[in-house]
């Protein structure tokens, strides 16, 4: 059976409200000690934020970071990938955006976050299993798999 990303991702992931501002975004990303965090409302996906975003837009445009809010510099064309997607075509998906995770909406809805090696480990417990079922063995067992695809 194919496994899709929902198999494998992490379920309720972190986010960032989209009403929150820049500086308490920026303050929340040095907390979890990330770079770029999903940014929704209302459970949906807005998009992605990275700490370059927050300093090209908020700094450089001369906005107060204390008025300019996460949802207004998210980038809403930044890749995600569809929960029901099978293992391979997501994980070349994030290959070929070169990302080391993404984001998994169901429609638009935030549903958890997605990493490079938990794909490729899926595609090789999964490529694993085939090949033993066609040679009759039924040794074996299967890490959590899921896959991708850009929306």
Do not use: F, Y
């Amino acid at each position: 059976m194919v496994k899709v990303v929902r198999d494998v991702m992490l379920p309720d992931p972190w986010r960032v409200d989209a009403t929150t501002s820049i500086e308490q975004t920026a303050r929340l990303m040095r907390s979890w000690d990330a770079t770029e965090v999903p940014i929704a409302e209302n459970g949906n996906l807005c998009g992605l934020l990275s700490a370059e975003d927050i300093i090209v837009i908020a700094i450089a445009a001369g906005v107060s970071p204390r008025v300019l809010t996460a949802g207004e510099c998210a980038d809403e064309d930044s890749p995600r990938l569809e929960a029901d997607a099978p293992v391979a075509p997501a994980l070349e998906s994030m290959r070929e955006c070169e990302r080391r995770w993404l984001p998994v909406v169901d429609g638009r809805q935030l549903v958890g976050t997605v990493w490079h090696d938990d794909l490729a480990l899926a595609l090789l417990s999964e490529s694993s299993k085939n090949g033993a079922s066609r040679n009759g063995s039924v040794n074996g067992s299967s890490n959590g798999a899921h896959a991708t695809s850009d929306s």
